[in-house]
């Protein structure tokens, strides 16, 4: 981790469009993808039920998880179907080759 709080996950060439690429950070896993040239990052289990939502389909912005099919906007974090729940998403940043996130405290 850097001095800022930032913290290496992965090299750029990883992340890939259209697939959900899975780190693990310590105890956390994370999601990570690229829309559009961007690269998208957010917790792993689905803030619903728990289950990976790399496990899931991704449907341009929408991850869809596996287990019940509640969808999650990768970009915004919304769950329009349920409004009550949103993606975890991290706050991520690309520098000279490799896909870095700063990660809030661990809960």
Known sequence: ???D????L?????VRQGRVTVVRVGIRQLG???IAGAVHAFRNPCPHAGAPL????????TIVCSRHGWAFDVVTG????HPIYSLSRI?????????FARLPPED
Do not use: N
Not at 78 to 81: N, R, V
């Open 54 to 61: 790399s496990g899931g389909e991704l449907r341009g912005t």
């Open 5 to 8: 709080g930032w913290v290496r």
């Open 78 to 81: 919304a769950c329009p179907a």
């Open 10 to 14: 992965a090299a750029s060439d990883a």
């Open 91 to 99: 706050e991520v940043r690309e520098v000279e080759g490799s896909v």
């Open 1 to 3: 981790m850097t001095e």
């Open 32 to 34: 990570a993808t690229r």
